[in-house]
């Protein structure tokens, strides 16, 4: 059976079809750019997969705080690096030099009291938008005239339950109210008035800030607790990527070992090489001249002169060659190996043919012109 086109990514086999399946999950400038992360975050998943499989890892799905459930692959991949990825908690030296290089990163908001004069507009029809703006201006006009009558005036005309406080808001932080209400009230002096109204989509609101307290710088030991918990994660994310980095790498040496369906299932890979490249070097000569005499007798006189033990000399090439090879080397030599009875062989065939059998020549002719 012919096998499916697929790219190489640290020592994974990607199958075409699974990226475009997940690319859909990786937005990006460019669909090449969608395409690597896509392939990149299949190949992750495959190697601690693969992992937990080594380890007999198995885990019950848990729901997060939306009450959506993780998959079973999900379960196995968070049990598998809460149980290999740790992360030792910073010391509070580590937390004072955080504190200190980034003061305005622990302030207390500031705090704000407010209140308005809503004229509340429904629906997308302009012209009830224009109607309703004239009215807040309406109101604006008689509250800047008489500001101490503010709380009177919103009690009266105002289509918000806080009419019933006099217009007033509460003590508000940001994120309290719409941001381009907040905007507004950004822009106010204690005691001041809106120029003009401001639209939002409850409708048009004349503001008025009543008071305003600036945030504060917090103390250390009151924010040490959340810089412990960040310091943490970071660390932990940092010895998630090195781990995965170092499967990735333990793959990669031994070729092409692992696999992925294109339905997402892992299986072993097709250019397995660490078998071959760690046999005896007599049991590789026996190989080589078996599968492939011409190739052997190649590869034979070209060491001949070294007097190395032809088996080792060969092993020699083709370690120094796949060692140095990137992604694309190896897609390049998993199409080479597509459809072979044994991949692994067939690959290895292909690095010896490229170093050993010297590149025809080509010619060019020029017919000249009269």
Known sequence: MSREAAIVIGG??????LIAQEIS???APSIEQARKLAAHALAIRALLLNRASELEIEATPLFDDEGREETVDEARIRVLLEQE????????AECRRVYDARPDDFRSSAMTEASHILVAVTGEDEALWEAARLTAEAHLTLARARPQAFAELSGRVSDCPSSKSGGALGQLVEGDLAPEVEQALDRLEPGEISEAPVRSRFGWHVLKVDSRVEGARLPFEHVRPWIERALQERAWRAGAARYVAALGEAAREEGVAISLTTTGQVSEGPLSLGVLLGVDSERFRTWLAASDPDLADLAYAACEASGEDPGAWVQSLLRDHLSAADDEEWTRLLSAAKDAEDP???CARAVLRQKLQPAPRTFTLLKRRR
Not at 12 to 17: I, S
Not at 85 to 92: C, F, K, L, M, T
């Open 344 to 346: 692994a062989l067939a």
């Open 85 to 92: 990825v740790r992360a030792d908690p910073p010391s509070e």
């Open 12 to 17: 994974v086999e990607v199958p075409e079809a």
């Open 25 to 27: 999950n990786h937005p």
